[in-house]
């Protein structure tokens, strides 16, 4: 999911530092519930329940964080 994400971000014309920004901000929460996962602390549903909330909550985070870049209006 990350790659194609960041191909468009990179075909819109973001620059590289978004482009990374966003890759982190949806790897670190998958390596996150990953981590938790191997040693049985989480199940497999709350594993990806974890993970999704964790990488959605990212995005939205970066995206408010530099909210003027993001909020232009393609119309």
């Known amino acids: ?5 960041v191909a468009w971000m ?5 620059p590289c530092t978004r ?3 966003m890759a982190a901000s949806m ?8 981590v938790l996962a191997w040693p049985g602390t989480l199940d497999t549903g709350a ?3 974890v ?5 959605i909550q990212a995005m939205r985070g970066l995206m ?3 909210y003027d870049e993001y909020a ?3 119309a």
């Open 1 to 5: 999911m990350t790659a194609p994400m």
């Open 10 to 14: 990179a075909y819109r014309g973001r």
């Open 19 to 21: 482009n990374a920004e």
């Open 27 to 34: 790897v670190i929460p998958t390596l996150i519930a990953a």
């Open 47 to 49: 594993t990806f329940a």
């Open 51 to 55: 993970q999704d909330t964790a990488m």
């Open 64 to 66: 408010l964080w530099h």
């Open 72 to 74: 232009y209006s393609c």
